[in-house]
RNA sequence: GCUCCGUUGGUGUAGUCCGGCCAAUCAUUUCGGCCUUUCGAGCCGAUGACCUGGGUUCAAAUCCCAGACGGAGCACCA
C-alpha cells in the first residue's frame, strides 16, 4: 500500500487520527525556529537585499531559501530589494539583475514585489532633508581619516552643530552633484561618545563620481549608504522581520538612530553567521570567481569547479535540494559549514528512482588509473541490463559486446581470475583475452567474483566534467540517444547530466556519486 | 585599542529562556551486517559531542562568575 492509500484507508476507519498525523507531520516539518513576535503582525514581511554585482555564488542561495522557507511557513510576503547604491567599488552587474532573480526562480521561490535601490534616490533624499530639519544630520567636509581620529577620541568633529540651514544649503549642492568624491558627506547625529565607536555619527550619503551603470540612475551623483538606504526602505516597505548576516550586527543600532528621530519602530533583527562549503578550492566571493574566470581558470560561472548556483544547476542538482541543506543549517549566529554531501543526499534522494542507468568506463582524467580494452569470446552478442534495477517495467538497455570490451583499469581481473559484466555475464581472463564461462549468479552471491560494468570498445565517447576537472571515457550506445537535459546514473561512476550531445565527444556533467 | 556576538559528535541541528523526563534529538558523513547482478536506495547496527575552570543546587548542556577559543563591527563597501 503506497502512503496515499494508507492514508486514505486511515480516513475511512478513524478520521480523527488523520488530524493527528498532520499535526505531527506540521510539527516535523518546520525546520526552521519561529521568527520572534510573529504574533504582534498582520502578515510577515520580509526581504531579500542582494547585491547585483554579479550572479550568486553558492552562499547566496541561504538568501531566498531561508526568507522564502518562512514565506511559506508564515504565509507571509516577500520584496526582493536590489541594493545597488555603490557605483564604483560594488559596481552593479547589468546582467546580474535578472540573473539573480532566476537562481531564485530555481531555487522554487518567487518575490513578491522586486524593487531596486537606484531607482529610489529622490525618496532617500526626501527623507534627508526631513532628517535635517529634525537635526538629525549635518553635512561634513573632514577626510575620513580626520574624522575617524575625532570619533574614537569622542570628540565631535566642527561641522556637527552647523544651523540647519547651512546643512540644507550643502546637501542640496550634494544632491545637484556640485561636489567631488571625498569632499563632502551627509552625516547621521547619533551620539558621538557612544560607547561602541561602531555607531558614533555613521555617513548616510557620499558622492561618487562615477556614474551608475543602469541609464536610469546615470545622472545620480549623491548615493545613500547602505544603513540608510536600506533603513528607510525597510520601513516604507511595511519590512516586519530581518534576516541578515553578522556583518550587519551593528545595522540595527546605527539605523535605530534613524528610526528614533523619525518615529518609526524598527523591524525584529535575526542574524546569522556566514556559511562555507566543503569541496571547494576556489573562495566562495563574487570577485575571486569573476578574476578565476577572467583569468581562464573556471570556464564560467557554471564551470562545475565554481561554487555557484549556476554551477550546481548545470550538473542536475535540483533547486530544492540546496534550499533543503540551506534551511538545515538554521539561523543560528555562529559561522556554519555546509557539507556538499548533504546537497548530494538530498539531490539524490529526489532523483534515484526515475533516473535510468547506463555504462560509462573512464580512460583519462584526474584519479582514473586508465582503460583497457580486451577481445570478448563466448557468450551473447549483447548485454540486455535494466533500465532501472528497481523498476524492471522500465525494460532493458542493449549493448553490444562486439567481440571486444573497455573496462576500468582497476577492474581488469588478473589472468585466470574471472570478473562479471554487468548485464553480460562472468568472463575468465586467458592469454589477454575474456572468455565466457557459463557461470551463473551464485558465482557473485558467494562473493569470489567482483561485478564491473564495461562498454562496448567503439561505444560513443564522452566528457564527463567534474569539480576535480574533465574526465573523458567511453558509454554504452544509449547514452547518445537521450534527450539533451536527462540525469543519468553511472553505474558504479555517479549521478551526472547529459549536457551537449552534439559534440564531440558528447558532454555530461557530474552530479555526485 | 573600543564594542558586540557566539562555542553541543567529522559536519549541521534539537534541547539552553522556564535546571530534573538528556547516560543528550534528528540528519549527513564514516564503518560494519543483511539484501541486491553495480553504485545508490532500503533495512539493521556501530563509532562519535555538551570549550575550560570555579560556584549555586538534592540535581547543571541548561543558572552565576572567570577564562580560553572563534567570529563580527569601529569604511565616503554591501
New binding site residues.
Given amino acids: 500500500m503506497s502512503a496515499s492509500e494508507q492514508r486514505e484507508r486511515l480516513a475511512e476507519l478513524a478520521p480523527e487520527k488523520v488530524e493527528e498525523l498532520d499535526a505531527e507531520e506540521e510539527e516535523d516539518d518546520q525546520?526552521?525556529?519561529d521568527l520572534p513576535n510573529v504574533d504582534e503582525h498582520d502578515e510577515v514581511r520580509m526581504r531579500m537585499?542582494?547585491?547585483p554585482?554579479g550572479p550568486w555564488h553558492l552562499g547566496s542561495a541561504r538568501m531566498p531559501s531561508v526568507i522564502g522557507t518562512y514565506k511559506e511557513m508564515y504565509d507571509g510576503w516577500m520584496l526582493c530589494r536590489?541594493?545597488?547604491?555603490?557605483p564604483?567599488?560594488?559596481r552593479p552587474d547589468l546582467d546580474a539583475y535578472d540573473e539573480i532573480l532566476e537562481a531564485v526562480d530555481f531555487l522554487g521561490f518567487e518575490p513578491d514585489e522586486v524593487i531596486k535601490?537606484s531607482d529610489r534616490l529622490d525618496v532617500y533624499y526626501d527623507h534627508a532633508r526631513e532628517l535635517i530639519d529634525l537635526g538629525g544630520a549635518y553635512t561634513?567636509?573632514?577626510?575620513?581619516e580626520a574624522?575617524?581620529d575625532m570619533?574614537?577620541s569622542g570628540e565631535a568633529c566642527p561641522h556637527r552643530d552647523k544651523d540647519s540651514e547651512t546643512v540644507h544649503e550643502e546637501f542640496e549642492d550634494m544632491v545637484a552633484g556640485e561636489y567631488e568624491?571625498?569632499?563632502?558627506?551627509l552625516r547621521v547625529k547619533t551620539d558621538i561618545t557612544h560607547?561602541?565607536?561602531?555607531?558614533?555619527d555613521?555617513?548616510a550619503f557620499?558622492?561618487?563620481d562615477t556614474p551608475h551603470p543602469r541609464e536610469e540612475a546615470a545622472e545620480y551623483r549623491c548615493?545613500?549608504?547602505?544603513?540608510f538606504?536600506?533603513g528607510i526602505d525597510d520601513h516604507l516597505t511595511g519590512i516586519t522581520h530581518i534576516i541578515r548576516?553578522?556583518?550587519?550586527?551593528?545595522?540595527a543600532k546605527?539605523q535605530g538612530f534613524v528610526y528614533d528621530y523619525f518615529g518609526w519602530e524598527y523591524p525584529e533583527v535575526v542574524?546569522w553567521?556566514?556559511v562555507q562549503i566543503?569541496a571547494y578550492d576556489v573562495p566562495m566571493s563574487t570577485s575571486t570567481i569573476i578574476e578565476k574566470i577572467e583569468a581562464g581558470d573556471l570556464t564560467g560561472w557554471d564551470d562545475p569547479r565554481a561554487p555557484t548556483i549556476a554551477s550546481l544547476r548545470r550538473r542536475g542538482i535540483r533547486g530544492e535540494a540546496i534550499v533543503d541543506a540551506m534551511v538545515?543549517?538554521?539561523?543560528?549566529?555562529?559561522?556554519?559549514?555546509?557539507?556538499m554531501?548533504?546537497i548530494?543526499?538530498?539531490n539524490?534522494?529526489m532523483i534515484?528512482?526515475e533516473t535510468d542507468?547506463a555504462f560509462l568506463v573512464r580512460e583519462d582524467g584526474p584519479d582514473v588509473e586508465g582503460a583497457v580494452t580486451m577481445p570478448v569470446s563466448g557468450g551473447p552478442d549483447a548485454a540486455e541490463?535494466?533500465v532501472?534495477?528497481?523498476h524492471e517495467d522500465r525494460g532493458r538497455r542493449h549493448v553490444p559486446v562486439d567481440d571486444a570490451v573497455m573496462l576500468e583499469a582497476g577492474d581488469v581481473p588478473e589472468a585466470g581470475e574471472r570478473v562479471?559484466?554487468?548485464?553480460?555475464?562472468c568472463v575468465r581472463r586467458e592469454d589477454g583475452a575474456l572468455v565466457a564461462t557459463g557461470d551463473?549468479?551464485d558465482v557473485?552471491?558467494a562473493g569470489d567474483v567482483p561485478?564491473?560494468?564495461w562498454a562496448p570498445a567503439d561505444g560513443p565517447r564522452i566528457r564527463l566534467r567534474t569539480m576535480d576537472g574533465d574526465v573523458t571515457g567511453v558509454a554504452e550506445p544509449g547514452v547518445v540517444e537521450y534527450d539533451e537535459d536527462t540525469m543519468l546514473?553511472f553505474?558504479?561512476?555517479?549521478f551526472a547530466r547529459l549536457d551537449d550531445l552534439d559534440s564531440d565527444p558528447a558532454v555530461a556533467y557530474y552530479a555526485h556519486?
Fill in positions: 525546520i526552521l525556529p537585499a542582494p547585491n554585482n536590489f541594493d545597488d547604491t555603490d564604483e567599488t560594488k535601490a561634513c567636509s573632514c577626510s575620513g574624522f575617524s570619533k574614537n568624491s571625498g569632499e563632502m558627506v560607547k561602541n565607536p561602531a555607531l558614533r555613521f555617513v557620499r558622492m561618487i548615493w545613500p549608504m547602505l544603513d538606504q536600506s548576516g553578522i556583518d550587519l550586527q551593528d545595522s546605527r542574524h553567521g556566514h566543503d538545515e543549517l538554521g539561523t543560528s549566529s555562529s559561522n556554519v559549514d555546509l557539507a554531501s548533504s548530494y543526499a538530498n539524490r534522494d534515484d528512482e542507468r541490463p535494466p532501472h534495477p528497481n562479471w559484466l554487468k548485464g553480460f555475464g551463473d549468479l557473485v552471491r561485478v564491473v560494468h546514473q553505474e558504479r561512476v555517479g556519486p
